[in-house]
């Protein structure tokens, strides 16, 4: 998506919606969380990734701001009425390292009475994001403020075991690239075998995104991941599906995971 010439990104930005796609639990099928994902309505069909628009909208402070306060806006309406009812599920939003480690996050969560559910908020930074010194910065702001952190995209950054030592991080979401291939390539299982130790090690839980098959699911729960995100259990659901989804989970689904599972261990 491009915008088209003469088009104004900040009202761009006023249509801005959220989605939210589960993050689930491999081992029950309970709703573990959400994942905020940006969306622009589009009137030819479904709505679309902001994606393209990212580098636009990093570019001018003004612009993120303004997308980060309707998103944070957007979790108010949409996900504060059920944390009351629902008390164990999370919900994630992607912010750039610069704003948590000046503060603008922790200033936004104020102003919109977010402070009292900080524990069930959790910023995602890039692997990449986190490495720079921006990115350690704003890892200790965060630990600091009591704001969780999922390290996103684990696996595209080339980082080293050296790099990852001293950072705190409550979740590590394994990269889709890393997920695609585990039916194809044999050392792929134990790629993720050692990321989910590496996680171990730095006390996180693990989050695998990009999980489209059932043989995939089955792989990652055998390897020891925590959670799933992907289209084998749904796609991003608008705000009034929420309540339902976490209700309903996806029990039966892990019902059928399991029996598969040790049936294989049996055999």
Not at 46 to 60: C, F, K, Q
């Amino acid at each position: 998506m491009t915008l088209p010439p003469g088009a104004d990104l900040g009202r761009t930005l006023e249509r801005v919606i959220a989605h939210y796609q589960p993050i689930v639990e491999l081992g029950t099928g309970k709703v573990a969380g959400f994942e905020m994902l940006a969306r622009i309505p589009d009137e030819a069909g479904p709505a679309r990734s902001i994606g393209p628009l990212v580098e636009a909208i990093e570019g001018d402070p003004q612009h993120l701001e303004r997308l980060m306060w309707r998103l944070l806006t957007a979790i108010k309406r949409d996900v504060l009425p059920l944390f009351a009812r629902f008390p164990d599920f999370y919900v994630s939003v992607n912010v750039p390292p610069a704003m948590i480690g000046d503060g603008k996050i922790v200033e936004m969560l104020t102003e919109l009475g977010l402070t009292s559910c900080v524990d069930r908020l959790v910023c995602e930074v890039t692997e990449r994001q986190a490495l720079s010194a921006a990115g350690r910065a704003a890892l200790e702001a965060a630990r600091m403020a009591r704001v969780r952190i999922a390290m996103d995209d684990f696996g595209t950054g080339n980082s080293g075991l050296a790099q990852l030592l001293g950072l705190t991080f409550d979740l590590l979401k394994i990269d889709r690239s890393q997920v695609e291939p585990l039916l194809k390539d044999p050392t792929a299982d134990r790629l993720v075998r050692g990321i989910v130790a590496l996680a171990s090690v730095l006390r996180a839980r693990t989050v695998a995104e990009g999980v489209e098959t059932a043989a995939q699911a089955f792989f990652l729960h055998a390897a020891g991941i925590d959670y799933g995100q992907g289209w084998f259990w749904s796609r991003a659901l608008p705000p009034e599906e929420l309540a339902r989804t976490i209700e309903r989970g996806f029990g039966e689904r892990q019902r059928t995971l399991l029996a598969s599972l040790h049936a294989t261990k049996l055999e």
